[in-house]
T-cell receptor, first 113, second 113 residues
Framework: GENVEQHPSTLSVQEGDSAVIKCTYS??????FPWYKQELGKRPQLIID?????GEKKDQRIAVTLNKTAKHFSLHITETQPEDSAVYFC????????????FGKGTKLSVKP | ETGVTQTPRHLVMGMTNKKSLKCEQH?????MYWYKQSAKKPLELMFV???????ENNSVPSRFSPECPNSSHLFLHLHTLQPEDSALYLC????????????FGSGTRLTVV
């Protein structure tokens, strides 16, 4: 069945360093790839997304890249800050045009001051 | 609030109890979802409703019973649960058709004793 693999499961960086989280997906029909941030005790929130007709998208310190041929996409956070500490989930659509999402297992990012 | 409201926020119930979780959205979305989030399986899809019709049941035990009376409301009826059902239950909504981000509710923290 459809699957989204996410790595690493935990990531610890020093404040100011960059962080990269990678995901691979199995459904070649996937056309939408959002990233969610979930702070402790809070709901997941959409932070950035990319569609299959775009290779890269940037929003201030965060960026997402997509390689459709290899079926992988990545989240890049530059100049990390302690408030970036959270669990990050990638997701990809499956099931054709309905747009249902399948999520990766999450990456716990810790930014040390 | 995000536009997706879940009640109650916390629930403690015995294994013989019957309770219901409620989710409400006023974002004009036409799809609603129930997810179970636990340490072992983050963001595990349970049910998908599209245009008030259940389109996916991800092998969920019958002690969980969803109900979607209209496009703005979603319920999860619980009965004779097990301690391993203790988790955070998240509701989400979206617009189907092209793939768009989900908006999550804040979740119900369920403890089964």
């Amino acid at each position: 069945g459809e699957n989204v693999e996410q790595h690493p499961s935990t990531l610890s960086v020093q404040e100011g360093d960059s962080a990269v989280i990678k995901c691979t997906y199995s459904d070649s029909a996937s056309n939408y790839f959002p990233w969610y941030k979930q702070e402790l005790g809070k709901r997941p929130q959409l932070i950035i997304d990319i569609r299959s007709n775009v290779g890269e998208k940037k929003d201030q310190r965060i960026a997402v890249t997509l390689n459709k041929t290899a079926k992988h996409f990545s989240l890049h956070i530059t100049e990390t800050q302690p408030e970036d500490s959270a669990v990050y989930f990638c997701a990809a659509t499956y099931g054709g045009s309905q747009g249902n999402l399948i999520f990766g297992k999450g990456t716990k990012l810790s930014v040390k001051p | 609030e995000t536009g997706v409201t879940q009640t109650p926020r916390h629930l403690v119930m015995g294994m013989t109890n019957k309770k219901s979780l409620k989710c409400e959205q006023h974002l004009g979305h036409n799809a609603m979802y129930w997810y179970k989030q636990s340490a072992k399986k983050p963001l595990e899809l349970m049910f998908v409703y599209s245009l008030e019709e259940r389109v996916e049941n991800n092998s969920v035990p019958s002690r969980f019973s969803p109900e979607c009376p209209n496009s703005s409301h979603l319920f999860l009826h619980l009965h004779t649960l097990q301690p391993e059902d203790s988790a955070l239950y998240l509701c989400a909504s979206s617009k189907t058709g092209y793939g768009s981000g989900y908006t999550f509710g804040s979740g119900t923290r369920l403890t089964v004793v």
